[in-house]
RNA sequence: GGGCGCUUAGCUCAGUUGGUUAGAGCGUCUCUCUUACACAGAGAAGGUCAGGGGUUCGAGUCCCUUAGCGCCCACCA
């Protein structure tokens, strides 16, 4: 006897205790591992690299899906035999940490990073780190994550900032890294850099100013707009279109700078649109990169009017000091009083923003690293024309074309203090000395006076190293040269460029190899109405949140059914809800089976009589079984098609309702016969077994759980022989392997279909004639050449439909209709249940009539359809079976007529 | 300005080689505390699959087009 488990399923009591024993056992370890003695290199393993939530973070529902999705790709390949590795890991994430320990020095200690000084900074952020960076793998583990903890990195430990140093040095060796003025993104209130796609662009109400340069010598004047004034200051030249009949006379003049006075050209550049504005332009080669390339065509001189804070500099003669802002309004009014302005207009233009800081970013020209992008970008796009790496949706790779088509230098330094310090040392001659170790003195001079570059690499730099680097590269670890390259790179489509792009370049640049060969992408996760949760908006739903109130597999299960790749979902909490309940429903179809096994034993039942011959087993296990297997293939070829949530639907399907409504109900019949009892336990922990390991990727805990206590009832139990192979956890069992359809499998399912509808018709008129669900009814059924088929299922029947069965009698023919009778049709069959009193004669008639109008529409329809082309044109089978529809519709009508003539 | 996605039952969504009565969950209505489960069971109502056109024997599914919503990319002051 098993001890009785609780009605409820205790997700609280059972999680941490089934992830303790998972993470102790090993089991989340490659079984075959290089490290290891009896290692295989000829066995495939399957990889994949967790995208590193940055180690401050918190759990979002972000993560879930992620850990969701990748936990259900290594669960099932682990299932499969294969040997699976899954690294874990943090990301140290630059701007998003400093700001962080920044707060919080400023808010706990009033002091600044600056006042604490670079050294110290780190050492802070360190003890950050150490102290705080656990917080989120601890919950990734609630999760169920099955990764390997004992591989897992950060991205700016030992080995991870070697590769960063090598992957530097070899870029720069190649000419792929440069060093050099350029137009970047300034980020005023970070104080740094920030690349191409850390900018975001966003339609705002802005203003649109109107004024006049003058020209030199003469009361002429450009009328000129813009929407950032203050650039004025940086002005180098006007430009007009050569062709524009208005200003084409005053191309090669001189114009005035207002209220600095400076001395501009007016130049002519056919990019200037005359439609457009007032069809001339004002160019700020230092602030804004369209004027910076008309610039670089003309050769005008470049100002810089911005510090580093935005403050105008001392380019911006008596508005030095000012903020940008500030320095607008100023410089404008001081315009106004000039009479230089023309008007104001309200308009509605994009501005770009910081993405992390959120301030408007500035255009500016700074000596920043650069990686030379073009390279490395053909070499990606090939790796995924060519197949070598395959997208997941396919749509995507459209997208990541574009970009990589149209990519720019990428940016790679920061001036943050967090992060890989740029492995470059500058002598007081000017030498660079670019190194894998700290040298002591300048290459080229030999200066012992060297000081390394101030800044640090771009928090992406290092990511994109990340499925290599985090297996030891640049050493050929066995790690590496096992596991490398991994296999599905599974993340959101939102980090495509960020990351999945710059990961696809390095491999290739840096290792020879694509990374992964497949990029599943998945959608975002939204709240319920489809908006982006936010903490302003109040819609965030906290996964640890969900998780407490109705556990992870309820959340997994959500996040995994229902969404479609690279499709956002909404997410509500109703539909957890609903999937805390589905975990509630197996885990009570499981203490059915349980009991069901563990009662076998007990000679409560006379049973123990090994010596009679097994019987055969019922309609019912035969159906079931062979509904089983139908949906290990569907879920296999899913699988095999990336449709997760198409598999977790079918199996959810597959067990509440085929299992749980039909074959457990009529197991409770079966299990009072002793002559059906043995085959019906072993039939329901066969089948249970099978749908704990089809569900266990998607629901690992109560699955675990349940199976454990299967188990042991079994092995306790005459069925012992079926557990004996199992193993000790479910984690590692078999997935199910789809077999090929046996013969036999088709005509156990439509047989048993004929059950169920004649069971649904009788239930549906009892409903109809609110015949009390305790009420047993007799019942009189003309089965034609059913008849074999229904009378083996008599006891089914009786105790579905809620049917005495000692007043139940089938018949192949009935020589007189019952009386007082209301008549079911089911195809050949005929159903007479005696409900004296209830049954209205002519609401009888009624009823059939309408049935019959029913039948004889469809029976027209596929007259139709069989005597149109469809017949001749359609594939055999698919005409047949409209052919054998056609023939039960016409058998049902027939027999309706016969009942109301 | 390009590109992509979405539009299916009151709500949120599935529906991948096109197969002929379109599914689920939640919600609604009626019964039932039946010895796995009321986090449940039985039954019911509810959709011209955004509009239009086309291909096909057959279209929610493929093609074209229109509209609405959303997203991504892009240097028009």
């Known amino acids: 006897m098993t001890k009785e488990l609780p009605k409820a399923y205790d997700f609280k009591a059972t999680e941490s205790r089934i992830y303790a024993m998972w993470e102790a056992g090993g089991y989340f370890q490659p079984w075959n591992d290089p490290n290891k003695p009896g290692f295989d290199p000829s066995i495939k393993p399957f990889v994949i690299s967790i995208p590193p939530p940055n180690v401050t973070g918190e759990l979002h529902l972000g993560h879930a899906m992620f850990v969701s999705v990748e936990d259900l790709m290594i669960r099932y390949h682990r299932m499969k035999g294969i040997p699976t590795l899954w690294v874990p890991g943090t990301d140290h994430a630059g701007i998003a940490t400093q700001l962080m320990v920044e707060r919080d020095l400023l808010k706990n200690e009033e002091v600044t990073r600056e006042e604490l000084g670079r050294e110290e900074f780190i050492k802070r952020t360190w003890e950050w780190k150490r102290k705080y960076g656990s917080i989120i793998t601890n919950q990734i583990r609630r999760l169920g994550a099955s990764c390997d903890w004992t591989r897992e990195r950060f991205t700016l430990d030992e080995g991870l900032s070697r590769a960063v140093r090598e992957a530097f040095v070899r870029l720069y060796e190649k000419g792929l890294i440069y060093r050099g003025p350029r137009l970047i993104n300034w980020s005023p209130g970070l104080k740094t850099a920030v690349s191409d796609l850390e900018v975001e662009y966003e339609e705002e109400d802005a203003t649109l100013y109107y004024f006049k340069y003058k020209l030199k010598d003469s009361d002429e004047y450009i009328p000129v707009a813009t929407i950032r004034p203050e650039t004025i200051l940086g002005d180098t030249a006007v430009a007009v279109h050569p062709e524009d009949e208005r200003y084409k006379k005053f191309i090669g003049r001189t114009a005035i700078v207002p209220i600095l006075g400076r001395e501009i050209p007016v130049i002519a550049d056919e990019y200037v649109s005359m439609e457009f504005g007032t069809g001339a332009l004002k160019i700020t080669p230092g602030h804004d990169p369209n004027d910076y390339a008309i610039a670089q065509r003309h050769g005008l001189p470049i100002i810089s009017m911005l510090d580093a804070e935005a403050k105008v500099n001392e380019n911006g003669g008596k508005y030095k000091g000012q903020d940008r802002f500030e320095a607008r309004k100023n410089l404008w009014a001081d315009m106004k009083a000039a009479g230089l302005v023309i008007k104001e207009e309200p308009y509605r233009t994009t501005i770009p923003r910081s993405q992390r800081g959120g301030e408007i970013v500035e255009p500016m020209i700074s000596t920043q690293w650069f990686v030379k992008i073009e390279p490395l970008a053909k070499a990606a796009i090939e790796a995924v024309k060519d197949g070598r790496i395959r997208i997941v949706p396919e749509r995507f790779e459209k997208v990541y074309f574009n970009w990589m088509e149209n990519i720019k230098d990428w940016c790679i330094s920061r001036q943050l203090w967090w992060g890989h310090r740029i492995p470059v040392w500058y002598c007081p001659e000017g030498h660079m000395t670019v190194a894998r170790e700290d040298p002591t003195e300048c290459s080229t001079c030999g200066s012992k006076d060297i000081h390394q570059d101030e800044d640090v690499l771009d928090t992406w730099f290092s990511s994109g190293l990340w499925p290599f680097s985090t297996l030891g590269w640049p050493e050929e670890t066995p790690d590496y040269k096992y596991f490398y390259p991994t296999s599905y790179m599974e993340t959101g489509y939102d980090i495509l460029f960020f990351w999945v792009a710059r990961m696809i370049m390095s491999g290739l640049e840096y290792t020879g190899q694509v990374p992964f060969h497949t990029v599943y992408l998945h959608g975002l996760v939204r709240d319920e109405h489809g908006q982006k949760m936010s903490k302003t908006k109040g819609n965030v739903i906290d996964p640890l949140i969900v998780m407490d109130e109705f556990g992870t597999d309820a959340l997994r299960f959500t996040l995994l059914v229902g969404s479609t790749p690279g499709n956002d979902m909404n997410l509500s909490v109703k539909k957890v809800e609903a999937n805390r309940n589905f975990a509630n429903k197996l885990w009570n179809a499981g203490r059915f089976v349980i009991s069901a096994v563990g009662t076998l034993g ?4 006379g049973m123990g009589d090994q010596s009679a011959k097994p019987p055969a087993y019922t309609l019912a296990d035969s159906w079931i079984w062979a509904r089983l297997q139908g949906l290990i293939r569907d879920v296999e070829r899913q699988f095999q ?26 197991a409770k019949e079966q299990l009072r016969n002793a002559e059906t009892r043995l085959q019906t336990a072993e039939t329901l922990a066969r089948v249970f077994d099978i749908c704990l390991r ?25 069925l012992s022989h079926l557990a004996k192979d199992w193993g000790e956890a479910l984690i590692v069992a078999r997935f199910p392997e789809p077999r090929e359809p046996e013969g036999w499998e088709e005509a156990k399912i439509a047989d048993f279909e004929l059950i169920q509808e004649i069971v649904r018709s009788i239930r549906n008129l009892r409903a109809e004639k609110n015949v009390a669900p305790a009420r047993k009814i007799a019942a009189t059924i003309s089965a034609g050449n059913k008849l074999d088929l229904l009378e083996s299922q008599k006891a089914v029947i009786a105790s579905l439909a809620g049917l005495d069965q000692s007043q139940l009698s089938i018949l192949q023919s009935l020589n007189e209709k019952p009386a007082d009778s209301a008549i079911l049709v089911v195809g050949a069959v005929e159903i007479y249940l005696p409900l004296a009193g209830m049954v ?20 027209a329809r596929l007259e139709k359809l069989l005597a149109s082309d469809f017949a001749v044109k359609a594939p055999p089978p698919v005409v047949q079976k409209e052919r054998d529809k056609l023939a039960a519709y016409k058998e049902t009508a027939g027999k309706i007529k016969a009942q109301l003539a």
């Open 641 to 666: 098609n990336f449709q997760y949530g198409q598999a977790g639907q079918q199996i959810y399907d597959f067990l509440w309702s085929d299992f749980a409504d039909w074959y457990v109900e009529i």
């Open 840 to 859: 209205d004669p002519a609401e009888e008639r009624a009823r059939l009539e309408k049935e019959l109008k029913e039948t004889e529409a469809h029976i």
């Open 694 to 718: 089809l569900l266990h990727p998607f629901t690992p805990f109560v699955t675990e759980e349940l199976w454990g206590h299967l188990r042991s009832a079994l092995l306790d139990s005459p």
């Open 602 to 605: 007990d000679g409560q039942w």
